[in-house]
């Protein structure tokens, strides 16, 4: 059995501490955190690094190149926009002229015609009117047939002048109702009644109105009442004696 000594021990070999003894305090001791103390300011955050700066400068110089390209792109495109809307401008504009000059020779182009055909249209209204009239009240003839052959002539021409001017839109028109409109009926004659519900009321119509499209050639002839109220019974004056008649007279 080998014993070992002190003297065995090698320097570098620890040597437990005799628990037995009591320990001595450290002379310098730290001093303690107070324990209602602030707590001291946080540590620094640092940003994390820009990706940018960690790329080599073999890949930033192309996307530089390509940041400028479409920065350039960006520019072309809102100069085209910008020619486009102003072509649209321009282009309205011209079709604003243009319908306003097509509006203008066509009110001309209507004016002229009116002009070259209101005389002949005027003449032929008149024409319907005399035939209108002849209707009315045909002559005296020998006998019926012949006067029904007359009616007819008279009536096949009348549709004739109709037929020709509804070729230059004029037509022939009458208004229904029973009341008098001053706006396209002209009051021919006046017939006087003591009917009060009767007043301005159509009494009779006379001849047909013209238009030509919306334009008023000639009003409705018609005949039209005229309230007039019955007279108020005399009175005798007052400053007049009766006069007295002796009987037996």
Do not use: C
């Not at 501490?17 to 955190?33: H, K, R």
């Amino acid at each position: 059995m080998i014993e070992l000594n002190d003297d065995s021990v090698g320097p570098s070999t620890p040597v437990a501490p005799d628990l037995s003894e009591p320990l001595l305090p450290d002379p310098n001791p730290a001093p303690a955190a107070p324990q209602n103390a602030a707590p001291g300011p946080a540590a620094a955050v640092h940003p994390p690094p820009d990706p940018w700066t960690a790329l080599p400068a073999l890949f930033q110089e192309p996307l530089g190149s390509l940041s400028a390209a479409l920065d350039g792109l960006a520019v072309q495109v809102s100069r085209l926009q910008d020619d486009f809307e102003s072509k649209i401008q321009y282009d309205a504009a011209r079709e604003a002229q243009f319908n306003q000059l097509h509006q203008e020779l066509m009110e001309y182009k209507s004016d002229l015609l009116g002009k070259i055909t209101g005389p002949l249209i005027r003449d032929l209204i008149a024409l319907h009117d005399d035939l209108d009239s002849l209707i009315a009240h045909p002559a005296e003839f020998a006998d019926e047939a012949s006067r029904d052959t007359h009616l007819k002539i008279l009536r096949h021409l009348q549709q004739y002048l109709l037929d020709i001017l509804e070729k230059q839109d004029v037509y022939a028109f009458r208004l229904e109702g029973p009341e008098f409109d001053p706006r396209q009926q002209q009051n021919l004659r006046s017939v006087p009644t003591p009917e009060e519900s009767l007043n301005r009321r159509l009494s009779g119509r006379r001849r047909v109105g013209f238009r030509q499209r919306e334009r008023l050639l000639r009003p409705e002839g018609v005949e039209v009442y005229l309230h007039v109220p019955p007279p108020a019974p005399a009175r005798p004056r007052e400053d007049q004696p009766e006069t007295s008649h002796p009987e037996g007279e």
